[in-house]
């Protein structure tokens, strides 16, 4: 069974540091699909990326960057110069191409992050 | 943009009520969810329906039962309430497998007194 692990529980960083939010995953599958959520304090889960198995390129928008390295089974998230509104639970998702349904999206627990001033 | 709308915000009901989370999307999606979050729990599925009428168990189903009459509207259902379903639930839709995301709405803040 899929599983995801996200071992930080709560990250606190001044602002303008980096950070960096570690997720770690587990499948049987060839093909999957990784995503990150962002969930402010108002509570909306909020889509940020989505990569597929097959592409191990790493991405960057902005002050976000993403590192996908299937050697490791782990898809990190990089918060660059973090800033106040940075501030929220970050959950990491793996998705699977079966025919389960809804069953194949796994969410990890959350890392909370607070970026003081 | 896909916008996924919850009925409340914030709901407060009595023990013993029979209480109902309504939950539209507007994209169309096939496969539709709720959620419960509590602290330190994560997120944890209750139910999800894949089709209209549809409907499948997730990981905590009990009190709780849905509703999927027409595509856009996914409806949860506690039919007695009881205080141990305080808590922060959320509805998502999908369009797809696979490669598809989960879309949430704002979520609804229920408590049971």
């Known amino acids: 069974a899929q599983k995801v692990t996200q071992a930080q529980t709560e990250i606190s960083v001044v602002e303008k540091e980096d950070v960096t939010l570690d997720c770690v995953y587990e499948?049987?599958?060839?093909?999957?699909?990784l995503f990150w959520y962002k969930q402010p304090p108002s509570g909306e889960l909020v889509f940020l990326i989505r990569?597929?198995?097959?592409?191990?390129q790493n991405e960057i928008s902005g002050r976000y960057s993403w590192n996908f390295q299937k050697s490791t089974s782990s898809f990190n998230f990089t918060i660059t110069a973090s800033q106040v509104v940075d501030s929220a639970v970050y959950f990491c998702?793996?998705?699977?191409?079966?025919?389960?349904?809804?069953?194949?999206?796994?969410f990890g627990p959350g890392t909370r992050l607070s970026v003081l001033p | 943009d896909v916008k996924v709308t919850q009925s409340s915000r914030y709901l407060v009901k009595r023990t013993g009520e029979k209480v109902f989370l309504e939950c539209v999307q507007d994209?169309?999606?096939?496969?539709m969810f709720w959620y419960r979050q509590d602290p330190g729990l994560g997120l944890r599925l209750i139910y999800f329906?894949?089709?209209?009428?549809?409907?499948e168990k997730g990981d905590i189903p009990e009190g709780y039962s849905v509703s999927r009459e027409k595509k856009e509207r996914f409806s949860l259902i506690l039919e007695s309430a009881s205080t141990n379903q305080t808590s922060m639930y959320l509805c998502a839709s999908r369009g797809g497998q696979g490669a598809q995301p989960q879309h949430f709405g704002d979520g609804t803040r229920l408590s049971i007194l």
């Open positions: 998702a793996l998705s699977e191409p079966s025919y389960n349904y809804g069953q194949n999206f796994v």
């Open positions: 499948t049987r599958d060839t093909t999957y699909y």
């Open positions: 329906s894949y089709d209209v009428k549809m409907k």
């Open positions: 994209m169309d999606h096939e496969n």
């Open positions: 990569r597929n198995s097959f592409d191990e």
